[in-house]
């Protein structure tokens, strides 16, 4: 089966061309590579289990240290790169991610330039390298396009995901033996440059999909794109998995491999937004108001963070209409709630320490240190809370880092995260 590959330059994604059944006629010819793949899930399937019932037990009981970990994705925008950097700097994220196209090869020198420059200003930059199918079925044109990009992006530390979402017909994969022909020559390269790998970048709740790569490569991190119920709140459950269940069963699939321990990065999360149309990349259901985007992010970063099995996540991304903390589509860009979000998330949490969780039936309250300082991170899932903190109360931020006026006790919660400072350096 042979689809034009077309790109939707609204959406930054594929069209998926392909009739849908064409694609089943497709992956029945690939049936033996499933049932290899599931034989290959089967035999790890029990000791991962273990694992998960272990991690699951251990939950938001442990400290975690947060560091570094707030990403932003973007891209280049021409003229308007200035603004890019300057938003960057505002937002608080210290890590990027940026994404390359193997079809932009002839564009190269522009990402080149946009990542030293983003580089010159003081960001960790992860290169993203994004494949289609002529990638598969012309495996020595996809290992001149490694060649060149890893020649001109090394660096200390440079690091490069391998490959997007390829579990999605439409970016052109099939089958993980075809992202392990992908892959695999990058990571011969890359001794060769001088760079590291990180991978596989899976999308979605599919982590049967890992042990089998991660036998046969090691990254230098594990990267995810973890969506969870896109039609809902972060705390939903996807048939009975949660967020920070998600989390715990990823870092078990991994830890049952090679590359256990290794780092987990979420390197793509967003939630579309009500009524961008074209813009969208999930139009319908899963589109959500711009306050509740704001208030799911924060939700989201929190509970993977705190769990101690995510080491940093990359929101995508900074500036787009139907998902982005920037909406650029008019000369001047507009700030989203999502923006001030996360620039105050990533103000109060980068340096903390996550220290527990305050018990409360119906709120989900975060404890942190940072320094000589305490505070707490709390919503809830609907309605209103209140609660009475052992300790006597200071401030209470809003979701957007403005300071309320209310009564310091009990701390009324709601659906919008509010942040609670104490007195003292003990709660």
């Known amino acids: 089966m042979s689809f034009k590959f077309e790109w939707n330059e609204f959406a930054d994604q594929p069209h998926n061309v392909a009739p849908r059944s064409e694609r089943m006629k497709f992956h029945l010819r690939h049936a033996g590579g499933y049932l290899r793949l599931f034989g290959s899930s089967l035999r790890v399937a029990v000791p991962a289990l273990r694992r998960y019932r272990r991690y699951r037990q251990a939950l938001y009981t442990l400290p975690v240290e947060i560091t570094k970990a707030f990403g932003l994705a973007c891209s280049p925008a021409a003229e308007r790169n200035g603004d890019v950097y300057r938003l960057l700097q505002e937002s608080g994220a210290r890590r990027t991610l940026v994404r390359v196209p193997s079809w932009e090869r002839d564009r190269l020198d522009v990402y080149q330039k946009f990542i030293e420059a983003l580089r010159g200003r003081g960001f960790d930059c992860l290169t993203a390298l994004l494949q289609n199918r002529d990638d598969v079925a012309a495996p020595s044109a996809w290992r001149l396009f490694l060649e060149d990009v890893f020649s001109r992006f090394t660096g200390s530390g440079q690091v490069f995901e391998i490959g997007h979402a390829w579990n999605r017909t439409k970016w052109g994969v099939w089958d993980f033996r075809e992202y392990l022909r992908l892959v695999r020559p990058a990571a011969e390269l890359a001794v060769k440059y001088g760079v590291k790998i990180a991978g596989p970048a899976v999308i979605d709740f599919e982590f049967h999909l890992y042990p089998p790569v991660l036998r046969a490569v090691s990254f230098e991190a594990v990267t995810s794109l973890l969506y969870v119920d896109r039609m809902?709140?972060?705390?939903?459950?996807?048939?009975?998995?949660?967020?920070?269940?998600?989390?715990?069963?990823?870092?078990?699939?991994?830890?049952?491999?090679?590359?256990?321990?290794?780092?987990?990065?979420?390197?793509?999360?967003?939630?579309?937004?009500?009524?961008?149309?074209?813009?969208?990349?999930?139009?319908?259901?899963?589109?959500?108001?711009?306050?509740?985007?704001?208030?799911?992010?924060?939700?989201?970063?929190?509970?993977?963070?705190?769990?101690?099995?995510?080491?940093?996540?990359?929101?995508?991304?900074?500036?787009?209409?139907?998902?982005?903390?920037?909406?650029?589509?008019?000369?001047?860009?507009?700030?989203?709630?999502?923006?001030?979000?996360?620039?105050?998330?990533?103000?109060?949490?980068?340096?903390?320490?996550?220290?527990?969780?305050?018990?409360?039936p119906r709120a989900e309250i975060y404890l942190f240190r940072r320094g000589s300082e305490v505070f707490a991170v709390g919503w809830t899932r609907q309605g209103a809370a209140a609660h009475v903190f052992p300790q006597a109360v200071s401030r209470i931020m809003d979701?957007?880092?403005?300071?309320?006026?209310?009564?310091?006790?009990?701390?009324?919660f709601e659906e919008s995260p509010r942040y609670v400072f104490f007195r003292s350096s003990e709660v």
């Open 232 to 360: 809902g709140a972060p705390e939903n459950a996807q048939a009975g998995w949660t967020t920070p269940k998600k989390a715990a069963l990823l870092r078990a699939a991994v830890d049952v491999t090679p590359n256990r321990g290794r780092d987990l990065w979420i390197t793509e999360i967003n939630w579309p937004l009500e009524g961008m149309g074209r813009y969208s990349p999930a139009p319908g259901k899963p589109c959500v108001s711009e306050d509740r985007q704001a208030d799911y992010l924060v939700r989201y970063y929190i509970l993977c963070l705190a769990s101690g099995f995510i080491r940093r996540i990359y929101w995508w991304q900074l500036a787009a209409p139907g998902y982005g903390l920037i909406d650029n589509r008019d000369p001047v860009w507009r700030k989203r709630p999502a923006f001030e979000a996360f620039r105050t998330l990533a103000l109060e949490l980068e340096g903390s320490v996550f220290t527990g969780k305050a018990d409360h």
């Open 399 to 412: 979701r957007d880092g403005r300071v309320l006026e209310c009564s310091l006790e009990p701390v009324s």
